[in-house]
């Protein structure tokens, strides 16, 4: 069969499956075509004729996808602004909407001298590493209370060779109280399900990846975004900015939290690539 056989064929099964939340147009498709480049260790042409014994590779890897185990883990890479991030099983897996808090905070960033961020919650490090990456001089920290994830986001930063400071912490705690009062910019991606909604998660995040990254256990899920949002004012500078990446249904209740907070120039904004994630921004 050739290679545009087998997409055709792994997409109508990949469409048929009820453990993916099929919330992207096209999305079963490109991910047909990542896992079969993925199996045959390099990119194809759908002309291309493939072997029989890759076939069957594949057939095994659709199969995998459509139980719900996401594409990273199969492939054991999560792409974020053209970093490949190492994904492994037990941490949060990278969202390509994360890039939008990404690209809010390294344009906020740019225009310092000698910038300071925090990337709070950080998971294995997407965010803080593409600040890194993409802001000359940034000073980079990332907080993350699951020691996995901040294991595995300090590995991401050896293999990438980025210099950023992954610590293992409760909200700020465990930051150097030397940045108290000289961040620029802190980014939250917050665990946001509320306690009673895990059970409606689709298969392939409430199966696959730690209910931590999922949910902080409050009956709301905004537990997380008080606590940051109330620490945050302690360690901006004046003038530093709060982002917090939230779906939109939560928009309106975040932009409440951080007002509450004390925080100014609450605005919500949306990328128009992804309309199932919204950034929330505050000001000190």
């Not at 659709?62 to 099983?89: C, H, M, S, T, Y």
């Not at 008080?226 to 709060?242: H, N, T, Y």
């Amino acid at each position: 069969m050739d290679a545009e056989g087998l997409i055709d064929w792994a997409e109508r099964v990949l469409l048929d499956s009820e453990a993916i939340d099929h919330w992207q147009k096209e999305r079963e498709r490109i991910e047909a075509e990542e896992l079969l480049a993925h199996v045959l260790g390099q990119d194809f042409d759908l002309e291309d004729d493939v072997p029989l014994a890759v076939q069957a590779k594949f057939e095994k890897s659709i199969a995998r996808r459509a139980k719900g185990e996401p594409n990273q883990l199969i492939v054991g890479i999560a792409e974020f602004r053209g970093l490949d991030l190492i994904a492994k099983p037990g941490t949060f897996i990278p969202r390509d909407s994360s890039e939008f808090l990404a690209a809010e905070a390294i344009r906020r960033l740019k225009r310092k001298q000698l910038p300071v961020a925090v990337d709070m919650a950080c998971g294995t490090g997407p965010v803080a590493l593409a600040i890194a990456n993409e802001v000359k001089g940034a000073t980079v920290y990332g907080a993350d209370l699951d020691p996995g994830s901040v294991r595995t986001a300090r590995a991401n930063a050896r293999k990438l060779g980025l210099t950023v400071t992954f610590v293992r912490s409760d909200l700020f705690a465990g930051l150097p109280k030397r940045l108290r009062g000289s961040v620029d910019v802190v980014t939250l991606h917050p665990p946001y399900v509320a306690r009673k909604e895990m059970e409606d998660l689709p298969d392939e995040i409430r199966l696959y990846e730690p209910v931590i990254v999922l949910t902080d256990g409050s009956d709301d899920g905004l537990g997380l975004v008080r606590g940051s949002a109330e620490q945050a004012k302690d360690w901006l500078k004046p003038g530093g900015v709060l982002l917090v990446e939230v779906s939109p249904d939560r928009a309106r209740s975040v932009m409440s939290v951080l007002r509450k907070a004390g925080l100014t120039d609450v605005v919500s904004r949306k990328d128009k690539g992804f309309e199932v994630t919204r950034v929330i921004t505050g000001r000190v």
